[in-house]
């Protein structure tokens, strides 16, 4: 009856519940935490290597944002009663402590924005007409003041709350982790390290969205691309990558070393269904492969051409944008091939294209951060104190 079945599994082991949208929620929360970092490495910690792209970051951050909750929602039976985890809240529901922090966090993520942009929108309301007018007029909050004075406020208002942000950034992904690691009964996401993979895994798949993200805005508005930025970036990128690799090859690491019973269904499982995403994808193609041109991009920098340089940033970038995802895959859908009985695989699973959370509703659901990020560069373009030679903050 169910010829994908081997060994001995429970009647619940036998379908995969948590399917592809929940393949794609840790992975867009985690690019809206790595983007952010970016931003706030400059308007926190004043990195001036960051300054070409402080804005286009926190944009990016904003967009991704505004859909991470959309294949929660495409997921559940009745999306239309989420709104009750806010409406009334319950502190001691893991998820329900994820929509409070998602919504806190998006709100300060806002105001963040508005006072950024707070200049650009009053002269571009200032110098249109009609609707354009009314619409910059109703963002500017009736605020009209640009003087020196007002824009340091805004300087230290931002830097405030950039520095609220960097944490909780953080803990809306930690987070992610943790809601896999409180399910005691699954050996595979019950471990302490899960959250700390999540929020490494986060800043490097953000850190290589906006590496990738910036070589395009630059190469379609013809400016030219900021060697320092992309140097920096690599470097940021690399430690995170080191990191993160370390710690996914930690906890496989001990769990073999101990020699326990889950080890014994855990093993079977990295070394055979998912062989290909584990070993292929996410360790050799998504990690060794990227290790080694991160490497030759931060060692040798000050000898490299800057399209050398462009071109190994851009390849292993995309390369570990598929590493997150096949960790991001391996945990969700690998956790649940194997039976609580420890006997027993669900031997496969591939979404189907046309279903309700399949290959299509994710591909649409990824596709519509890029949308709006294209509406905000319409709206505020985000590279223009680079022509102006504005101090972007």
Not at 131 to 156: E, H, T
Not at 264 to 278: C, D
């Amino acid at each position: 009856m169910f010829p994908e079945l081997t060994g001995f599994l429970f009647p619940n082991d036998v379908h995969i519940h948590w399917s592809l949208m929940i393949v794609l929620y840790p992975y867009i929360t985690g690019l809206v935490a790595g983007a952010f970092l970016v931003s706030s490495l400059y308007h926190v910690f004043g990195r001036d290597e960051f300054k070409p792209l402080g804005r286009f970051a926190l944009a990016t951050a904003l967009c991704f944002l505004a859909v991470a909750g959309l294949p929660l929602l495409n997921h559940l039976g009745h999306p239309e009663r989420a709104i009750n985890i806010v409406v009334t809240p319950n502190f001691t529901s893991a998820m329900a402590g994820f929509g409070i922090l998602y919504a806190s966090y998006f709100i300060i993520l806002l105001f963040e924005v508005w006072f950024v942009f707070r200049v650009d929108i009053i002269e571009t309301a200032a110098r249109s007409r009609g609707f354009k007018r009314r619409l910059f007029s109703i963002l500017a909050l009736g605020v009209y003041d640009v003087s020196p004075q007002s824009q340091a406020v805004d300087k230290r208002i931002t830097r405030i709350l950039a520095a609220i942000g960097i944490p909780m950034a953080c803990l809306l992904h930690g987070y992610v982790g943790f809601l896999f690691g409180a399910v005691k009964a699954n050996p595979w996401w019950s471990t302490p390290l899960m959250p700390v993979i999540f929020l490494f895994s986060a800043m490097v798949s953000g850190i290589a969205l906006l590496i990738v993200l910036y070589q395009i805005a630059m190469k379609l508005k013809g400016m030219a691309i900021d060697r320092y930025a992309i140097a920096a970036m690599s470097r940021w990128l690399w430690l995170f990558m080191i990191m993160s690799l370390t710690l996914e090859l930690l906890e496989i690491m001990m769990l073999a070393y101990e020699r326990a019973e889950e080890w014994e269904v855990i093993g079977h499982l990295l070394t055979h269904q998912l062989s290909f995403s584990f070993i292929s994808l996410q360790m050799i193609g998504g990690g060794l492969v990227p290790l080694i041109l991160l490497g030759i991009v931060v060692l040798m920098d000050r000898y490299m051409d800057d399209r050398i340089r462009n071109t190994l940033s851009m390849v292993a970038s995309l390369l570990l944008l598929l590493q997150v995802l096949s960790m991001r895959w391996n945990v969700v859908i690998g956790g649940q091939m194997f039976s609580k009985s420890m006997r027993g695989f669900r031997e496969a699973y591939v979404p189907g294209m046309f279903e309700k959370e399949g290959i299509l509703a994710a591909a649409l659901i990824l596709f519509i951060p890029f949308v709006l990020l294209v509406i905000f560069e319409r709206v505020l373009p985000t590279f223009r104190h680079l022509e102006r030679g504005d101090d972007p903050a």
